[in-house]
């Protein structure tokens, strides 16, 4: 046998085994089963209160809020309009934890985020929310 004879057989031969390698490893043989995957419980999500205690939550929340602003809807958003009196006693934190604790009530109530609007009695917007941007607050 020549030197490029051997070379022949050798390349053959490291092919063939490369290919029956992968096909082995890309077909099974029928005859054998995979091992059993052995199944971890996931741990157990922290239980949500009922739909109806949250909903019961959520217009208790906005029935509070009644009692500070007057509401309305206007084009699928939400409006809001404080009363005297209501603004000059909040901090801008404040405003925005009421205007926050709005609309996740409004949005259990609903099923869905809206927009909504907050103005003083005077008719100028001091917040807003938004389901894409959260709320804001332009209120001094």
Not at 41 to 48: E, K, L, S, T, V
Not at 85 to 106: F, K, Y
Request: charged share 15%; with cysteine.
């Amino acid at each position: 046998m020549t030197r490029t004879e051997l070379k022949y057989w050798i390349v053959a031969g490291a092919v063939l085994v490369a290919g029956a390698a992968w096909y082995g490893s890309t077909h099974p043989a029928p005859d054998v089963v995979p091992a059993p995957q052995v199944q971890r419980a996931a741990p157990a999500p922290a239980p949500m209160p009922a739909p109806d205690a949250r909903h019961q939550a959520a217009a208790r929340v906005l029935a509070n809020a009644r009692q500070l602003a007057a509401f309305e809807e206007d084009n699928g958003a939400l409006v809001v309009r404080f009363k005297p009196g209501v603004l000059p006693d909040m901090t801008r934190a404040q405003l925005h934890q009421l205007v926050s604790a709005i609309a996740d009530a409004d949005a259990v109530l609903q099923g869905t985020a809206r927009g909504i609007y907050c103005y003083g009695p005077d008719g100028r917007q001091v917040a807003k929310a938004s389901p894409f941007t959260g709320v804001s607050v332009s209120y001094e």
